[in-house]
């Protein structure tokens, strides 16, 4: 699992870097700002613009590294009983569920448009288990805060704007996520660890 999260980070960082290189330069022209002006207000507006996005972009690739690393997780424990040809297609699977479990929430709400909202409780017992078993993804996804949202960097002027999120919330719910992820990874490679346990090794199992 080391293994696999260690080359996940250079496929993340590689593409994730021309990224940030490609928002850094296209920025202005998308901003309609003039990229060769000697006005010191508009360079300075343009470094503004350039920090904010990349304040925002940074934390957004820490976090797909990490969902990267929770289904790392449950590939590896997967394959402690099931042959590439299943591992593969149940993983790209899980990950499309992951990333359903957006809409099992609230389960218990008391809106009329939930939907459980006039399920019973058999059908919410199931969707509370299917959100605690199977990873919920929307954790590690910062579009909320980070494409919606200006962002508030300390010292420039988006900091001021009331409708700005603080960098540092962002990067506290990069530090949740985290935790999170590394209980999920830990659970995932514990189910791992408990299925290898029976396992006949040798050739026997063919």
């Not at 424990?77 to 590439?84: D, E, G, I, N, V």
């Not at 299943?86 to 939907?115: C, K």
Request: proline share 5%; aromatic share 14%; net charge negative.
């Amino acid at each position: 699992h080391f293994g696999i999260i260690l080359a996940a980070l250079l496929e993340v960082t590689a593409p994730g870097a021309i990224l940030m290189l490609c928002t850094w330069l296209r920025l202005p022209t998308d901003y309609q700002f003039r990229t060769n002006t000697v006005d010191e207000r508009e360079l300075q507006q343009i470094w503004e613009y350039r920090k904010m996005h990349l304040a925002g972009l940074f934390p957004s690739l820490v976090l797909i590294w990490l969902e990267l690393c929770v289904l790392a997780a449950i590939g590896v424990a997967l394959s402690t009983r099931f042959s590439l040809v299943v591992n593969l297609p149940v993983v790209i699977l899980l990950y499309i569920a992951g990333n359903l479990t957006r809409f099992l929430f609230p389960i218990f709400g008391d809106d009329p448009y939930s939907l459980f909202a006039h399920s019973n409780p058999v059908t919410k017992c199931l969707a509370y288990a299917l959100s605690v078993v199977l990873p919920y993804l929307q954790t590690f996804d910062l579009r909320s805060l980070t494409v919606y949202h200006p962002i508030a960097v300390s010292g420039e002027y988006f900091s001021h704007d009331p409708q700005a999120v603080h960098l540092g919330a962002i990067w506290g719910y990069v530090g949740i996520a985290t935790l999170s992820g590394i209980a999920y990874s830990a659970f995932a490679l514990s189910i791992g660890m408990w299925m290898f346990q029976n396992r006949e090794l040798g050739g026997a199992e063919g």
